[in-house]
């Protein structure tokens, strides 16, 4: 977890979107990475933190992390439901942990005039920089790839139980079950999987 999703989600993510006290966070994305950005945000002392995912599984999941709310973007309207929260303005920091067009597109419309957008999914596929929306509205957008300065400092909060990193950990195989965790993992919006560890026999 410290050589991968936290230090991640934590630069990438928090650092870069400059979370601060009081802050609305939207995180796009509740698998392990949004989950870590939940985590990760908590440490700034934020207003409130938004997860918005399309599995319900993966929702409760954000709230066991630390979200105050949840929105199920497949059947609500995530932006109305921010909107409505912030007065009108929307998110302070739009965190995306998925990495598809309509998510980073979806985090554009989340955030408010000033806000800042973080983007830490990997994308495959051009997504669309609506400027024709943003134009005005003096926004942040950044991006990145780990580069783990901040391991130790997250190394020193899981010593001091400040950070839980085992509680991703969701299920244990053998080595010789492989196949059982991959499809374990696959599904994961159904099994709830968080992060799958194989060991050996």
Known sequence: MLADILPTSYEVGVLNGRVAPGDTVAIVGAGPIGLSAILGARMFSPGCIVAIDLADARLEAAKGFGADLTVNNGNSDAVAF?????????????????????????????????GRVANIGVHGAPATLHLERLWNRDITITTGLVDTYSTPTLLRMVAARHVDAARFVTHHFALHDITSAYDTFSRAADTGAIKVVMTRS
């Open 82 to 114: 921010v909107k409505e929260l912030t007065d009108g303005l929307g998110a302070d920091v739009a965190i995306e942990a998925v990495g598809t067009p309509s998510t980073f597109e979806l985090c554009a419309d989340l955030v408010r005039p000033g």
